[in-house]
């Protein structure tokens, strides 16, 4: 048996949020609170049941415990956490936005210990003693180092017999899209399941068509026992060895956009333990409108609260 259920690496970061109708230039008042995508998963799936480990580089001071003690509150593993004496902490700063104007966001995360912390420095026997290791394009872009440190996890953990989850979930302000396909590829064929939404299967690796299509052709390419696949407010899709499924999305206010697509993952992640990622998506679902609802990018939610039935009147 291993020690854990999931494992994951990426950059703890702190978000900076605007005040609804505020521009970052123009703003006197700003919400802070601790972010980081593979962070998120992991703080969800750990609400659920599940053995989480997540790692990261950060700098040691109160930035870096205040990140930390975020994740650390839901039962996220983090003793695998390297500290260094000196560096920056990665920021990034929000302008929530609101129709016809999307949201928009301004990375400050250069020069930060995450970004040159290379492979030798991780402790990869704790960190691959794990069932699932969840990797993200996030991290892979952020560097070369970070790269090769995304590659080398995927690599040796299948070499050691754990599964790869692959989110491609790029960034057009991090990386392009050539740069993506590059490192990714080799990544996605040793994923068991891959995440990659509509947008980003042509934006990343050339794919376009139908969801049906799309989620077909990138099974073919990669080999991936599922593909789950998102399309703003289309779908989301599930392709896998039972055919092709597409799910209805309801659409819910928004008060925070960041951590619902991590929210989305984790929930799915946790079908796919209990060997039902159908139901997963589902819960996957739930979550994300859970999530969008509520400030801050780690979602707070047990198990039970996925199935209860959404309303505006209080749930009492």
């Known amino acids: 048996m291993t020690t854990y259920d999931l494992s994951t690496i990426g950059e703890g970061q702190i978000r900076f949020t605007v005040d609804s109708g505020e521009r970052l230039m123009f703003t006197r008042n700003v919400r802070m609170n601790p ?15 599940w053995r989480t480990l997540w790692t990261s580089s950060l700098p040691e001071g109160d930035l870096g415990d205040y990140i930390l003690s975020e994740y650390r509150s839901v039962g996220v593993d983090m003793h695998t956490m390297v500290r260094k004496p000196g560096g920056r902490t990665a920021l990034y700063f929000m302008e929530p936005g609101a129709g016809p104007m999307p949201a928009n966001v301004i990375y400050d995360r250069e020069w930060t210990p995450f970004r040159s912390t290379g492979i030798d420095e991780y402790d990869w026997d704790t ?3 794990t069932e699932v290791v969840f990797l993200t394009g996030i991290t ?7 790269a090769q440190v995304v590659r080398y996890a995927a690599d040796e953990a299948v070499r050691r017999g754990a599964e790869v989850i692959l989110d491609v979930n790029f960034r057009r302000k991090l990386w392009s899209g050539e740069r993506a396909r590059k490192v990714l590829e080799p990544i996605a064929e040793r994923a068991s399941v891959l995440f990659c939404s509509i947008g980003d299967a042509s ?21 991936s026992r599922y593909v789950v696949s998102t399309d703003h407010m289309n779908g989301p899709y599930l392709r896998g060895p039972e055919g092709f499924t597409a799910y209805a999305t309801t659409a819910v206010p928004v008060i925070d956009r960041p951590g619902a697509g991590d929210a989305f993952i984790a929930a ?32 707070r939610i047990r198990t039970g609260e996925l199935r209860i039935p959404l309303g505006t009147d209080i749930d009492r």
């Open 203 to 223: 934006k990343v690796f050339g794919i376009e068509g139908t969801p049906r299509e799309v989620t077909a052709r990138l099974m073919k390419r990669f080999g």
């Open 35 to 49: 972010a980081c995508s593979e962070a998120n998963v992991a703080g969800l799936t750990a609400q659920l049941g």
């Open 140 to 146: 892979a872009s952020l560097t070369d180092t970070t």
């Open 268 to 299: 799915t992640i946790h079908g796919y333990l209990s060997g039902d990622i159908a139901s997963g998506v589902q819960w996957g679902q739930r979550a994300s409108e859970f999530a969008i609802t509520h400030m801050g990018d780690l979602t």
């Open 127 to 129: 960190m691959l003693d």
